[in-house]
């Protein structure tokens, strides 16, 4: 498992990142985005929740 990014990071590999808890721990109902090489991660539902790329 790769490490959890921050929201508002840019310059990611494209593809499909999972809503993940602070710690990379899963959330419920979390949210799944697509972003395109170059793309901005956007805000989780959750302050403190980060990204992890699938």
Do not use: C, F
């Given at each position: 498992?790769?490490?959890?990014?921050?929201?508002?990071t840019?310059?990611?590999p494209?593809?499909?990142?999972?809503?993940?808890?602070?710690?990379?721990?899963?959330?419920?109902?979390?949210?799944?985005?697509?972003i395109?090489?170059?793309?901005?991660?956007?805000?989780?539902?959750?302050?403190?929740?980060?990204?992890?790329?699938?």
């Open positions: 498992m790769s490490r959890p990014i921050n929201p508002g840019d310059n990611k494209a593809g499909t990142y999972h809503e993940v808890g602070p710690r990379g721990g899963n959330v419920n109902k979390g949210r799944t985005v697509h395109q090489q170059g793309d901005r991660l956007p805000p989780t539902q959750k302050s403190g929740n980060k990204w992890s790329k699938n």
